[in-house]
């Protein structure tokens, strides 16, 4: 789905920092702060992810998973 390092990458992208995306994503900041951390793919509750990834796209972002399009290959994020 999406790894700590797009996450990182994402919310530095669309400018926001941990708390503004909490509020957006209706989580915890230890919860935005405990996926940042994490080593590769977030595991987590789906529910989470899910909104976590809605208020992501919300801000303009794209995710972009591994084999998708994309120069390099590998994951990555862009914006719309």
């Known amino acids: 789905m999406i790894s700590a390092a797009q996450l990182r990458a994402a919310?530095?992208?669309?400018?926001?920092?941990q708390k503004r995306l909490a509020e957006l994503s209706g989580l915890s900041v230890p919860t935005i702060q405990r996926m940042e951390r994490s080593d590769g793919v977030i595991r987590g509750n789906v529910d989470s992810l899910m909104k976590l990834i809605a208020a992501l796209d919300a801000a303009g972002v794209?995710?972009?998973g591994d084999g998708a399009a994309s120069n390099q290959g590998g994951r990555g994020v862009r914006l719309k």
């Open 62 to 64: 794209i995710l972009i």
């Open 11 to 17: 919310r530095a992208l669309a400018g926001l920092d």
